[in-house]
């Protein structure tokens, strides 16, 4: 009868060791998951467009370009963050582009939703007659 008990007694306790060490690793995956979430929450993907526009483009049609572009955000719930600005470099190094736009997303689904956006596309419109040469590039913040 005492060596049942203290069978009973080991098989328990080892239970108990197996139970902790299964609770354990589920903890440490789970804080991964957790600080690879926030990592990835952290990261923005960034939408630059940088314009050269036409000799010919007036000041009107310009200021047209920019408030149709600035109004974007408003209109597309997917950015995140939006700003834009015209250059000022005393570098010289410009290659003739004068207009920054700096357009940012949570993931590329919110990118996938913007470009094809009515009113994305009612933008380039406005500016496609005016644009001599356009660079874009995106990436993840780092």
């Not at 690879?36 to 009107?60: A, C, G, S, W």
Request: charged share 25%.
């Amino acid at each position: 009868m005492k060596n049942i008990y203290q069978f009973q007694k080991i098989a328990i306790l080892a239970l108990v060791f197996i139970f902790c060490g299964c609770v354990s690793v589920a903890v440490k995956e789970n804080s991964k998951m957790t600080s690879q979430e926030t990592i990835n929450q952290d990261k923005l993907l960034r939408h630059i467009v940088l314009f050269k526009f036409k000799e010919n483009t007036t000041k009107e049609e310009l200021q047209e370009i920019e408030d149709t572009f600035a109004a974007l955000p408003s209109k597309i719930s997917e950015i995140v963050d939006f700003e834009w600005g015209t250059n000022n470099s005393p570098e010289g190094l410009d290659k003739g582009f004068t207009h920054s736009f700096f357009v940012s997303f949570k993931n590329e689904e919110g990118r996938a939703v913007y470009l094809p956006h009515p009113d994305h596309k009612a933008f380039v419109e406005v500016a496609s007659p005016h644009i001599e040469d356009v660079l874009v590039l995106d990436y993840w913040t780092k």
